[in-house]
């Protein structure tokens, strides 16, 4: 199965831009194009939202409404990574990012309990 790991958290000011990685190790016999990858975000005290979904091969594309026309994702199977790209950033915008894989087919906004394997998460500071 796959193993996640996010990158790209940072500092960034309010309007900025950020763009996280989900890379996935895999093992022998399983590959990335298998897997759905949905990114999550968590605040402390609250359950883990779900953000943005792409489907295998990257045709299909999902945004919570709180997310929708400023952050983008995608995916490169070849070199098994999945990005999500934050603009326009705002202070709700602050929180841990993780990456999710599930080989489920469903394409809609993620929902935590559909997804099997998890990064470890990496973190988003909005602040001047």
């Known amino acids: 199965q796959l193993q996640l790991v996010e990158s790209g958290g940072g500092l960034v000011l309010p309007g900025g831009s950020l763009k996280l990685s989900c890379t996935a190790s895999?093992?022998?016999?399983?590959?990335?194009?298998?897997?759905?990858i949905g990114w999550f975000r968590q605040i402390p005290g609250q359950g883990r939202e779900g953000v943005s979904y792409?489907?295998?091969?990257?045709?299909?594309?999902e945004y919570a409404t709180s997310v929708k026309g400023r952050f983008t994702i995608s995916r490169d199977n070849a070199k098994n990574t999945a990005y999500l790209q934050i603009d326009s950033q705002k202070s709700d915008d602050a929180a841990v990012y993780y990456c999710a894989a599930t080989k489920g087919r469903t394409v809609a906004v993620p929902r935590e309990g559909k997804y099997d394997l998890w990064g470890q998460g990496t973190q988003v500071t909005v602040s001047t």
């Open positions: 895999t093992a022998s016999g399983y590959s990335f194009d298998e897997y759905g």
């Open positions: 792409i489907s295998r091969y990257g045709t299909a594309t």
